[in-house]
């Protein structure tokens, strides 16, 4: 179950298209990181941008190097 969670929360971390179809673009109200990348690009902030970029890769990273040790947890458990 908290694998399955964790990969939906790395899928959200790279939405982009539905965030902006949907929600529209509000800035400081539906701000996602994946947006706020994809301004930053727009308005030539690319240093700021590259930073995001990192934190969003570090984020999901992590994410899924716990879901890899829940599921070797599970294995052993077995």
């Given at each position: 179950?908290?694998?399955?969670?964790l990969l939906s929360f790395c899928r959200a971390?790279?939405?982009?298209?539905?965030?902006l179809m949907v929600a529209g673009y509000i800035q400081n109200k539906t701000d996602t990181i994946s947006t706020s990348i994809?301004?930053?690009?727009?308005?030539?902030?690319?240093?700021?941008?590259?930073?995001?970029?990192?934190?969003?890769?570090?984020?999901g990273l992590v994410a899924l190097l716990v879901i890899q040790l829940l599921g070797k947890k599970d294995v052993i458990n077995k």
């Open positions: 179950m908290l694998s399955g969670i971390l790279g939405e982009f298209g539905a965030t994809y301004f930053l690009i727009q308005d030539g902030r690319t240093q700021m941008a590259v930073y995001l970029a990192v934190v969003n890769l570090f984020i």
